[in-house]
């Protein structure tokens, strides 16, 4: 069956066009080509113009004589994305701890976690990371050393291990990752929480009616089904701390940021030094979040 608008006659001359086209245009992504010609003019530039292309190496990690000898280092970009993934593994494990606190029975262990996600999200990422850095390593490491001498009077052979470790051991990398690992957490703890109780109540109860126990259920029920719901927004926030990893220059630390910044101090080429910061940043995020999808993708089929 032909409709009328099938049937009204073409103008000599002209085509018709094809039923969704129209559609079809506007829904491209076009702000995805805007970014691939903008990054193919900043990478133009970093191949013809010798002050970008000394900007790219140096911000990248990459020295002078690696280069010569043929061997990509790029400290800056492996230093970015090394502490961004430890910290990002560590602030999971703190997520899911604290958002199975969260939605716990007992009273002890839901206010504990309540205390940890509401004071540590009511910080700001900055501030959070220099008090960690310079106040929370110094105390924890001192408080061991406190304790493991204390046993060592009263005769107990371990307390030696609580000696060996100073504060002078703790590097800056390793106070940032533990920084970021503690901030994200709380946000991790939140998404968990709320991936949790979005699984209807009936299936704990019929997987606690079949003999399995609260930890069995939870691990084996409830977490694989939340764990799909939430994972976009894990995503995002694994996103957010490869951003937010460019603090960690405040400690000194290496990273994209602090090279960044040593090598515009030396040169003041601010211009071309943050043009190249800023697309190295959009680089591997633009990365990442195709690699999120994907992966949102291969798991939303597996569960069908």
Do not use: C
Request: net charge positive; proline share 3%; aromatic share 10%.
């Amino acid at each position: 069956m032909t409709t009328h608008e099938a049937n009204i006659p073409i103008a000599p001359g002209r085509t018709r066009i094809a039923p969704g086209f129209v559609e079809r245009i506007s829904n491209w992504p076009w702000w995805l080509l805007v970014a691939i010609g903008l990054a193919v003019y900043i990478a133009y530039n970093i191949l013809t113009d010798p002050i970008t292309n000394s900007a790219f190496w140096f911000i990248s990690g990459q020295s002078p004589e690696a280069l010569d000898a043929g061997r990509l280092v790029l400290e800056g970009i492996t230093m970015t994305l090394g502490v961004t993934a430890v910290a990002y593994s560590f602030s999971i494990v703190i997520g899911l701890i604290m958002g199975l606190g969260r939605v716990s029975d007992n009273v002890i262990i839901y206010n504990s976690s309540s205390f940890y996600v509401e004071i540590i999200r009511g910080i700001p990422m900055l501030v959070l990371l220099m008090s960690i850095a310079f106040v929370g390593v110094p105390v924890v490491i001192d408080a061991g050393n406190a304790l493991g001498n204390w046993l060592l009077s009263r005769g107990v052979g371990f307390g030696e291990l609580l000696t060996v470790v100073t504060t002078r051991d703790i590097s800056n990398t390793w106070r940032a990752i533990i920084a970021l690992a503690i901030g994200y957490g709380a946000f991790s703890a939140e998404i968990f929480r709320a991936g949790i109780q979005s699984i209807e109540k009936g299936q704990m109860e019929a997987a606690r009616s079949l003999g399995m126990s609260y930890f069995q259920a939870m691990r084996y029920v409830i977490l694989p089904q939340a764990i799909r719901r939430v994972l976009p927004a894990l995503g995002n926030d694994f996103i957010a701390m490869l951003k937010d990893s460019a603090l960690v220059s405040v400690l000194g630390v290496r990273d994209l940021t602090q090279l960044n910044k040593l090598y515009t101090s030396s040169t003041f080429n601010f211009v071309q030094g943050y043009i190249v910061l800023a697309f190295l940043y959009l680089i591997m995020t633009i990365l990442l979040a195709r690699l999120v999808r994907l992966l949102e993708r291969r798991m939303s089929r597996s569960y069908r």
